[in-house]
């Protein structure tokens, strides 16, 4: 079987898309982590499927490289908008995932913004293994934590320079404190409106970016008083921008691109 693909990254943060509308959807956890390879696949961060759903212009279902399904990636949500919003001619559009309802606009140049929904910032949301307060976790460096759809700790450090993400990612990632695992943030704060931020993403390592992620880490340092609601953040891939009130959605706002359509085979 021969599976059409678009593959685009955000700053860096690549992704695959699948659309498979008005088609079954031959996807399984085998196949997500075939086509994840980059020695023997076509590698990714996410992969995207695009489905059809009656409440809205499509629903999206996303894998990870291992063969893991996740609940929410924002730059692959704001790459399927960036392309149904061309097929479209709109300058909005709405997609289902398992965060709910996601309205997407074109913003300036090739932006795209995402409202991501709003932050799950009770321990049982996260979810944490047991009740506490998820703005200081009680793990060397005081964490805080949040869910943005998928896990999120973030740790506030003086130097991102110093910190060895590969090595401390693997073993937070799988904490005890987080019983369906973790992505990881450490962020250093340049400022009010700008973090540099590297992250250890759940199920797949060291990413250049993760819209996801930069969610979470604004979320958290803005509930810890470190941030003003629009924020700048530095990935190693580029830069987003999250704004996020205090309450309600958090939009996600950055650039999307493609970068080679083909076919995969698949035994």
């Known amino acids: 079987m021969l599976l ?20 079954d959807d031959p996807i399984t956890a085998r196949i997500a982590c075939q086509l994840g390879n980059r020695h023997t696949g076509i590698g990714f961060n996410q992969l995207a499927v695009v489905l059809d759903c009656d409440d809205a212009a499509a629903r999206i279902k996303f894998w990870n490289p ?9 730059s692959a949500t704001r ?13 909005s559009i709405v997609l289902r995932t398992e965060r709910g309802l996601l309205t997407c606009v074109r913003a300036a140049g090739r932006q795209v913004a995402v409202n991501m929904g709003e932050p799950s910032l009770d321990w049982a949301a996260v979810p944490l293994s047991k ?7 009680p793990i060397e460096g005081h964490p805080a934590a949040c869910s943005m759809g998928n896990p999120h700790c973030t740790f506030f450090v003086q130097d991102i320079a110093a910190v060895d993400v590969e090595a401390l990612g693997p073993a937070l990632e799988v904490h005890p404190l987080f019983p369906a695992r973790t992505n990881v943030h450490f962020v250093q704060v340049l400022d009010r409106g700008h973090i540099r931020l590297r992250i250890w993403e759940r199920g797949g390592g060291v990413p250049l970016g993760s819209g996801s992620c930069c969610c979470g880490a604004v979320v958290n340092g803005i509930r810890r008083g470190l941030l003003d609601a629009t924020v700048h953040v530095h990935c190693d891939g580029g830069t987003v921008t999250v704004h996020w009130a205090g309450e309600g959605g958090v939009v996600l706002t950055g650039s999307v691109e493609p970068v080679l359509q083909g076919s995969a085979y698949l035994p």
């Open 131 to 137: 009740a506490m307060d998820t703005q200081t976790l």
């Open 66 to 74: 291992n063969g893991t399904p996740l609940a929410t990636c924002g």
């Open 79 to 91: 790459g399927v908008a960036d392309r149904l919003m061309h097929e479209t001619g709109m300058d």
């Open 4 to 23: 059409p693909f678009v593959k685009m990254h955000a700053h860096g943060d690549d992704f695959i898309i699948v659309d498979r509308r008005g088609l």
